[in-house]
């Protein structure tokens, strides 16, 4: 299995990942490394140090939230369920994935029809049925990271000095 946590990302520039992670996937398995576009230099750290492990870094950046609010305004039914050509194979060939969380916007859907969000998200289940199978056998670990932004220093919801510690 491999397994992150985000004080070992955080510190991935000040040491060796290959001594720090005795669980990472043998050489030359698929890692996928999904980001969005603020965790962009960390996901450039992270593929570096993941090549360096002799690991096949998948990289896949997320859209913007202006980029994700025209989608779910503008997309009919067909594009709301559209899964890319290959999809299905790389989900069922990947050993790990890693997705940096940095959201640019926390309320750029709260107008979006929440019939649409559903939709999606009950087509991209059968791909999330596969990495719950895979993960279930000890072929897949993921590895969710949030990284502090702006944004939620914004949020009542959390206390900033969480942020600062």
Known sequence: MFVFSVYRLVCLRRHNISTM???APAPHRGVLVQY???????????YDKILDMEINPLQRMGHTATME???YVKADDKQLVFQP???REM?????????LRAPDSLTHLKDVDPQKIGKVLVARKP????????EEEGRYSRTPCTLPMEEYSKTPSEPTDFWCQ
């Open 91 to 99: 989900y069922q060939h990947i050993h790990g994935r890693i997705f």
């Open 85 to 87: 050509p290959g999809e």
């Open 36 to 46: 969005d576009p603020a965790a962009l230099r960390l996901a450039e750290i992270l």
């Open 127 to 134: 791909l999330r049925d596969i990495l719950d199978r895979r």
């Open 21 to 23: 992670y005795p669980l």
């Open 69 to 71: 609010q025209s989608f």
